[in-house]
């Protein structure tokens, strides 16, 4: 396969060239045309199919693009405005010709006559969107869209003061790291107190979120959300008991693993009892990893890691930069977290992301890189629709890519003890971040299977999972009001329900993948370019065997998977 960055703007030959989407009035002529179309021939259905893909890939980066303006900035009222009229205005008058367009699709003879085994996974879709639509849920999804992003905008003010300077609660996370304990707790409790203030905000978005989702679930005539929102995710490949399963496994198969790696962390501090804010920092004497400084050097940093790792790798992110695809730094009025946003008509996809110079920005970085390289790979595909991949091989382009890139994390040090804590840092949050998968995970089931509870319910379940998992050797004595709304700081739940578990699923394959790596690097960076390159055009098993892996979320598969990791992270300490 012959890999090239130099990404090329789809070119356009149904929409005119300088069209913009503005408003309705301008788009619907090509929804209506598509729909009015006679298609006489299996060269008519594929033209067809070519003219609804260019339509859907121009929409869809439109969408992108406010958004991305949006969560960069939202402070500007103007960004808002223009997303929200996209959500209130654009999308409901699109999904009722999106469904007739779907249906004109499957009703057509020539449908058949296409290659069954590459159309499969797109007109499996297709079917399941005609099975969910529901007229009267349009209204209610496009209201859904606009308060979904209230959470940002919630978020993006939140800061704390710490000796005479302001900082985002991103920025000021990076003092967790510090060897002054004094210090790390302050820091730990003005975040926390200051997330307290908006707690009940955040509770009345959830619960009026929580409500609409259901009565989306209703409508399309589900029994709750929970079954309603797995047939829209397209989990065709597993079910709720495999996912009641993963959380079991993580009790007995990983929570063991972290009991050490906390006791271990304990010894060295020197401490009688581990506190939260003591997880990330090291002994007195020993500075926090300094990875980079701005997001400048973040982005370099990356492109000379990812150099090493494999030239096309590198020559994307370069790609991006050309284009001003990046916004990396945390700052005020910003929203929170990190993405890679796909861009489907122009190739190259968006970097977003909160970097305050801490190790975990580098993970960010990697993580988003993958995605990245998957939308390259994936963008020549012929129809838009293809490459729509599943979210549980997209985590892995992402997942994996962390592992990969240890390899070459020179870049980020220059010395060997500070990356060999680097890599061990990456090998504790590759083991660590299952507990809280399964936590999310386990508690948006129990969420949208009792969609009538009170706040007051909500917090005591939360409680309760959350105890779960979390390993005995840290003390949250005193700290019930923090753990009681520790939930509101994890944006999937407000924002895309249900998208969580996939990380899990993924960290498995990423796991696999670098298994993979250990023993032969060319062969499984091939793998993962094959995988990737296949988009959405085959089911999910089946872009697992791409990547020369098995879609496998057993117990005794997890078991394996955590026993090698731990075995490397003693190699690395060792």
Known sequence: MTLSADIQKLQRHFIPADFVVTTWDNLEPFFKELLDRTIASKQDLEQWLKDMSELEAIVSEDACWRQIKMTCD?????????????????????????????????????????????????????????????EENISIQAEMSVQQQQYGAIAGKMSVELHGKEYTLQQAAKFLENEDRSLREEVYIKINERRLQDAETMQDLYSALIAKRHAIAVNAGFENYVDYKFAELGRFDYTKEDCFNFHEAVKLHVLPLIEKIYEKKKNKLGLSTLKPW?????????????????????????????????PFFADCLVKMNELKHFDLESRKGKAPGGYNCPLTESGAPFIFMNAAGQMSDVTTMVHEGGHAIHSFLSHNLELSAFKEYPMEIAEVASMAMELFSMNHWESFFDNAPDLKRAKEHQLERTITIFPWIATIDKFQHWVYGNPTHTVEERTSKWLEIIQEFSPATIDYAGLERYRAISWQRQLHLFEVPFYYIEYGIAQLGAIGLWMQYQQDNETALNNYINALSLGGTKTLPELYAAAGLKFNLSPAHIKTLMEFTSKEMEKIIS
């Open 74 to 134: 939202t402070t500007d009222k103007t960004l808002e405005d223009a997303f929200t009229y996209f959500c209130m205005q654009i999308q409901p008058q699109l999904q009722p010709y999106a469904d007739a367009l779907n249906k004109k699709l499957i009703a057509c003879p020539f449908t058949q006559e296409l290659d069954q085994q590459k159309f499969f996974t797109y007109l499996r879709s297709v079917k399941k969107n005609i099975d969910l639509f529901r």
């Open 278 to 310: 003591d997880t990330e920092a090291e002994p007195s004497g020993i500075k926090p990893l300094k990875p980079f400084t701005t997001g400048k050097d973040l982005f370099e940093k990356t492109v000379a890691c990812f150099k090493q790792l494999h």
